[in-house]
């Protein structure tokens, strides 16, 4: 319980605490897995992931989901093997499973770490896993001792990271971007 | 010539094309390194290179000229091991070196990366060589086909990065930063 408390528990996220609401299951295949029962269906599990073996279409189909432009899957591909780390989201119904969020952190293993492509698929917004995929990163990377957890928030989101413990700007340091001419 | 140019060449680096103005020497020990020639003392070149067996004590000492509070030796090894980019810039005389300058830089090998820890010797400031470092890295990680290159600068360094062709906040993407309580 008290793993899931630290996911769902402040009560600023009262409203957030509906479908997926549970306890903790079991852990999965290895210790960076965590299950969750869903009290609004009793056949349905959600699975927080570390494993690193994603079906890419079925992550570029989540990305679709959610209107991003497709990237070559090479790249794709590369991006995941080189990544610190990737979480996954999974909805679990008996044998099946189904890739409803995704998330990524590029490190050097030892100060920083930088979170990207944050995505919750649109059926499954709006129920606090955006939040649970976000604490479940902040915790797996502070468990590998990174303290610097950065990322680039789109304006839209900015407040939901702040909810976080994120801070924007911090002592007036800016986020700045290069890209090709 | 060319390299030369893209270094130092736009007029608004006039004023810090001194010292350090001149030609490549030669390619180093590997592709990675450039040799320039220092026109205001022919016994002097500047190197930048991309080798990755730096003292880390003379690392340190770098660090502290600037100021920087010191960071455990090991999770620096570690940084500098899993850094995807680490450049440096020395000031060699004869068979001796210096590190003058350092620079490193996270990635996922394929789309994004961030740059780290950009410093160079506050005797070796004002003369070009941050700029020659920061279009360096630019160099080194387009030459990975890397196209959004990030970095989080302090307040009083935006203006630089910005003359570098950084975007503070593009399109109000906000760089956030969580720490530990």
Redesign the interface.
Known sequence: MGFWKSFFGSPDTASTRTQFEGDIVQGMNDASSEMFRDRADVNTRILFSTERDIDLYELEELCDAVGWSR?PMR??R???????LVASVWQVRGNSRRLIGFA?A???????A?I?DVVVHPEFQGKGLGKGLMKYM?KKL?SEDI?????????HV?KF??R?????????????????D
Request: hydrophobic content about 40%; proline content about 6%; overall charge positive.
């Open positions: 990237r790249k794709v590369k991006a995941l093997q080189h990544s610190f990524r590029t490190s050097d293993h030892a100060f920083n930088t990207w902040i502070r303290s610097n957890i950065t990322l680039f928030a789109d304006p900015v990271y702040q976080m413990g994120f801070m924007a700007d911090p002592e007036g340091i800016k986020g700045m971007f290069w890209y090709p």
